[in-house]
């Protein structure tokens, strides 16, 4: 098992409201990336966070932020909630500088339904 | 941005039999590509990767084979075992922001 974990497991949510995801970084990795896996299909890039910078950022609307912190480890914020956001959502962590493509491992991830 | 397309979505063979999945992409300007397998409930888990400046990789029973010019990329697994059942995914991108492909859920027969 890799030493990226994520919190909490499972959560439940009504749309409309917000929800912060947590993801910890494994140790001496500096960028965490962030996916959304909708049953049955593949992880969607969401955005990627280095040195507490966003650092790219995939097809998702602004309602979907993020944060980086010193330590590394970072949060996914959802806010206005819609059905559709109802997913598994993947964090992944990486060792990288700007320009360089290294191995990125998953953590646990978070199961999220929107009621 | 990039377009991952993966291909058989599933895949069934027999115990000792070979599983070849396919991926292709659209930009040429990824230069990494990964694959994982995830088994049902789990995260996913690097099984093999490979850059662009590499033609064929090989780790054990697992192969992957690039052809940067055809922009597409192939997953082999030979002697398939009960334990290889899983989904499959693969992905493509450089900078660490990868698309991944849609998957291929393989089941192994004893």
């Known amino acids: 098992e890799t030493g990226v974990t994520q919190s909490p497991t499972h959560l439940i949510k009504t749309r409309g409201q917000q929800v912060t995801l947590r993801c910890s970084s494994q140790?001496?990795?500096?960028?965490v990336s962030w996916y959304q896996q909708a049953l049955g299909q593949g992880p969607q890039f969401i955005f990627q966070?280095?040195?507490?910078?966003?650092?790219g950022r995939g097809n998702f609307p602004p309602r979907f932020s993020g944060l980086q912190f010193p330590n590394y480890s970072s949060e996914l914020n959802v806010n206005a909630l819609e059905l559709d956001d109802s997913a598994l959502y993947l964090c992944?962590?990486?060792?990288?500088?700007?320009?360089?493509?290294?191995?990125?491992?998953f953590g646990p991830g978070t199961r999220l339904t929107v009621l | 941005g990039e377009n991952v397309e993966q291909h058989p979505s599933t895949l069934s063979v027999q115990e000792g039999d070979s599983a070849v999945i396919k991926c292709t992409y659209s930009?040429?300007?990824?230069?990494?590509f990964p694959w994982y397998k995830q088994e049902l409930g789990k995260r996913p888990q690097l099984i093999i990767d490979?850059?662009?400046?590499?033609g064929e990789k090989k780790d054990q029973r697992i192969a992957v084979t690039l052809n940067k010019t055809a922009k597409h990329f192939s997953l082999h697994i030979t002697e398939t075992q009960p334990e290889d059942s899983a989904v499959y995914f693969c992905?493509?991108?450089?900078?660490?922001?990868?698309?991944f492909g849609s998957g291929t859920k393989l089941n192994v027969k004893p």
């Open positions: 992944a962590s990486s060792n990288s500088g700007r320009g360089i493509t290294d191995t990125q491992y």
């Open positions: 140790s001496g990795h500096n960028t």
């Open positions: 966070y280095y040195r507490e910078e966003e650092n």
């Open positions: 930009d040429s300007a990824s230069n990494y």
């Open positions: 490979i850059r662009s400046n590499v």
């Open positions: 992905a493509a991108g450089e900078r660490n922001k990868f698309y």
